[in-house]
């Protein structure tokens, strides 16, 4: 059995959005991704380890424990060996506490990354592949996260084009959800149920040429 990780925030956490409640395993995105590959033959787990409100390097003054690079390490060492750690985040870096920009939040991802290869594994486990996605832009945040993610439409334009960049830097893949899902039109943050399946099928291609097919 070969493990995915998926490290992310709500959006990958399955929110429905305008509530706080969850989708079932089965309608996120990363369920969804596990259904299509095993549907291919595949036999993979994918292990989700995504936290409400998670930043890249950051802190939340309001909320302890949001800064993604810690003890990102300890959690790749925790679920090695991994075949492929998959990184969605960016999303909270613009909540209206902060002042950053695409190019700041793509900087905290870049460090994800050389967490990701420098995690305590043990010796002869492999060094897991990463794969960068771009979470949706904004559309206009509202309803009751409109207040904390007031500014974010403005603050992350081009966090896709700058998330691509560090990911060809550093050598790792790259998908653009954007591409196949804009965010919810219930909060313009999260995703809905379709969105969530959206994403998921368009990454089981991806994600299946990343792996090979095993042995």
Same mark, same amino acid.
């Given at each position: ?48 380890d ?5 930043r890249?390097?950051w ?5 302890p ?11 790749i060492?925790?679920?090695?060996? *991994?075949?492929? $750690?998959?990184?969605? +985040? #960016?999303?909270?870096? @613009? ?6 920009? =695409? ?8 460090a994800?990354?050389?967490a ?8 002869g ?8 996605v ?5 559309d ?9 993610f007031?500014?974010g ?9 700058? *998330?691509r960049? $560090?990911?060809?830097? +550093? #050598?790792?893949?790259? @998908? ?6 804009? =965010? ?9 149920a ?8 368009a990454?089981?291609?991806v ?5 090979g097919?095993?042995?």
């Open positions: 059995m070969r493990q995915i990780l998926v490290y992310g925030d709500s959006l990958s956490w399955g929110i429905v959005p305008g509530t706080r409640r969850r989708f079932d395993f089965a309608t996120r995105w990363p369920g969804v991704l596990e259904t299509g590959l095993v549907g291919r033959g595949l036999e993979v787990r994918v292990i989700e995504c936290l409400n409100g998670r890249t390097v802190d939340d003054p309001f909320k424990g949001r800064r993604g690079i810690d003890g990102l390490g300890q959690r060492e925790v679920n090695s060996p *991994l075949e492929l $750690v998959i990184l969605v +985040l #960016g999303t909270n870096d @613009f909540q209206s506490m902060h002042p950053h920009s =695409a190019w700041h939040s793509a900087q905290g991802v870049a994800l990354v050389q990701i290869r420098s995690a305590p594994i043990e010796p486990m492999p060094v897991p592949p990463v794969l960068v771009a979470p949706p832009p904004f206009d945040p509202r309803g009751p996260v409109g207040p904390k007031a500014g439409e403005a603050k992350s334009l081009g966090l896709a084009a700058a *998330l960049e $560090v990911a060809f830097t +550093l #050598g790792c893949a790259y @998908f653009d959800a954007g591409t196949v899902t804009p =965010a919810s039109t219930v909060d313009g943050v999260h995703l809905d379709e969105q969530h399946r959206r994403l998921g099928e990454l089981v291609t994600v299946a040429d990343l792996i097919p095993g042995a």
